[in-house]
């Protein structure tokens, strides 16, 4: 007999299918991603309809009951089984998402290792009831109960973790969880959801594969309560008018367009070997990479000069490559979005500082472009304004404080801001005047599974993760109990 762990091991080159109540569910219509690395098909997947969606979101109903009257306690042991279970995966799951995302080595393997710990480490999470008075007379408290059947709606970029992030907060809290992969990346989210079914009781644990016109299903069903969607800010927007008519609950991570503010203290060699990577990492692609570098007219040129030979240091590969730091674009309609973004650079004439303008060659494979960067274009031009979501970036210098914080903050966009400092006091001062849901010193794209995440204005609705993330897969109950009447 085969040991535990050798039960939870799932089949990573076949039979993707749609799991509904714990077991294998096909579809009359198929579809397949692409890799991005080669541009060739991948493995058939589900096309998912309204009669898939009626049947999962009625199991997930079915289930709520049960599964919500489990202990806090009970529902994070099965959260740990699950990432063992992952864990006893890992192999076949990192070169299914270097196939289907195109990351090199370090950056699927990064991103799986922080899912398995996000796992874990939520299930170690509690919320307990508020007390607000105590007399006795009376006993006032607040309590945060489940609010039902949540549907996670999950982007092509980090398809992992961003699928199991929001699973560990719904299922933790007492929710049942319909996960949404993206049409581009399908893959890994239908073998988490056929290891999750080894786990979990039917009916918790569902993940459905379709194309573009799947999440509209979920968004207008009545039996949905929670939607939790990660993606563009456009999409965000369609998706909170779709719960409008139902008064869903929802929580919105969106776009960023982050800036990063470098004082004139720091150490430029230290600190650009820091920057590169959080501008650069999985090609742009990334809602909290930097996308727009402040640098104090004093060091401007010492630090392009240096951050220009840390990015030219970036080998770009596709997909398993061991030695890329940077991989392709990861689907042809955002590719030829940013490639847009790069035509710009001759017709407004920008300084190009590293890289530039693809040259077409004929014959070559996958959405690679040249990790590129801006010196100090106008703050008006796309380069700036527009969030590019792909490896290139403006660096733009400033000389006054006033100044430099009124242009970071003049964007529809507020995800996240960081500030580079030897004073600490100096820069945290600065980053409290941000409009960011986060802000970072000395750091950027620092993530925690107890710490939230999310965005301000056009970057997002509520927050992810930590205490706060747990909230909001809650409705909030006001409870009184009158002790002499």
Not at 10 to 34: G, H, K
Not at 180 to 188: E, I, N, R
């Amino acid at each position: 007999m085969g040991s535990t762990t050798d039960l939870h091991k799932v089949d990573f080159t076949s039979n993707f299918q749609n799991i509904i109540n714990n077991a294998l569910s096909s579809t009359p219509e198929t579809r397949q991603a692409v890799d991005p690395s080669t541009e060739e098909l991948l493995y058939h997947v589900p096309l998912s309809k309204q009669s898939d969606v009626d049947r999962a979101v009625s199991f997930a109903k079915a289930a709520f009951p049960a599964w919500k009257e489990l202990s806090y306690d009970d529902r994070a042991g099965y959260l740990v089984r699950y990432a063992v279970a992952i864990e006893a995966n890992l192999s076949g799951l990192q070169e299914l998402l270097m196939k289907e995302a195109g990351k090199p080595v370090s950056n699927a393997s990064g991103e799986l290792a922080f899912a398995i710990a996000h796992v874990r480490e939520t299930a170690k999470l509690r919320l307990e009831d508020d007390l607000i008075e105590d007399t006795e007379e009376r006993k006032a408290s607040v309590r945060y109960v489940p609010v039902g059947v949540g549907v996670g709606i999950v982007p092509w970029n980090y398809p992992v973790l961003l699928g199991l992030g929001k699973l560990g907060p719904a299922l933790l809290t007492g929710n049942t969880f319909i996960w949404k992969p993206s049409p581009y990346s399908p893959y890994t989210a239908l073998k988490l959801g056929e290891i999750a079914a080894q786990i979990f009781p039917p009916g918790v644990v569902q993940v459905l594969s379709g194309d573009e016109s799947l999440g509209p299903l979920f968004t207008a069903h009545p039996e949905v309560a929670k939607i939790s969607f990660t993606g563009s800010s456009a999409t965000g927007k369609k998706v909170m008018a779709a719960c409008a008519s139902t008064l869903k609950r929802l929580t919105l991570e969106l776009g960023g367009n982050d800036a990063s503010i470098i004082y004139d203290d720091v150490d430029v060699a230290k600190v650009v070997q820091k920057i590169g990577p959080m501008a650069f990492m999985h090609s742009g692609q990334i809602c909290m990479d930097i996308k727009r570098l402040y640098v104090h007219e004093k060091i401007y040129d010492e630090f392009l000069a240096a951050f220009v030979q840390v990015v030219k240091s970036f080998k770009v590969g596709g997909g398993g490559d061991p030695e890329a730091f940077l991989g392709p674009v990861q689907n042809k309609m955002q590719f030829e979005k940013v490639k847009d973004l790069y035509s710009e650079i001759g017709k407004q004439k920008w300084k190009v500082a590293a890289g530039g303008e693809p040259a077409a060659c004929e014959g070559t494979r996958g959405f690679f472009l040249p990790p590129t960067i801006i010196d100090n274009p106008p703050d008006d031009s796309r380069i700036v304004v527009e969030e590019p979501f792909g490896p290139i970036m403006p660096v733009l210098k400033w000389s006054d404080e006033d100044e430099v914080v009124k242009r970071a903050n003049n964007t529809n966009m507020g995800l996240g801001a960081s500030v580079w400092s030897n004073d600490i006091e100096k820069a945290e001062r600065l980053a409290r005047r941000l409009e960011a849901g986060s802000t970072w010193v000395n750091s950027h794209f620092e993530l925690s599974p107890y710490v939230p995440f999310g965005g301000h204005k056009w970057s997002g609705v509520g927050m992810d993760w930590g205490v706060v993330g747990l909230k909001g897969w809650c409705n909030t109950q006001a409870s009184w109990v009158r002790k002499k009447f």
